[in-house]
């Protein structure tokens, strides 16, 4: 579930925030929408828990927390690539998204 998860990842992330494909035209682009998706996961591994939004969000907050790293060596000037410091808002766009799959969950929708 935790790799299902981390495949829906880029589903709630924009192009612009580490290359995911929200507001996407999936069609264009012959990717499967996340019904599809999970219809093609169920049917391969059919004996699996079905995939809830805490998976989702499961998904998004391990990434939250690698990129306050990634900000943390940034400011320390010790960052292995030199745009590093570029990245650093990720961590809390991360930390939302997997707030907003999580709430929306808690209130039904």
Known sequence: MAI?????????????????????DLEAKRLPGEDDFVDRDRAAFPDAPPPMPFHKAFALYPFAVFFVGIASRAL????????AAAL??????????ALEIAEKRRHGI
């Open 4 to 24: 299902l998860g981390f495949c829906w990842m880029t589903r709630h992330m924009g192009p612009q925030e580490y290359g995911g494909i929200l507001r996407v």
């Open 88 to 97: 650093a808002p990720l961590e809390e766009r991360f930390a939302i998204r």
């Open 76 to 83: 320390a000037g010790n960052a292995a690539d030199s745009n």
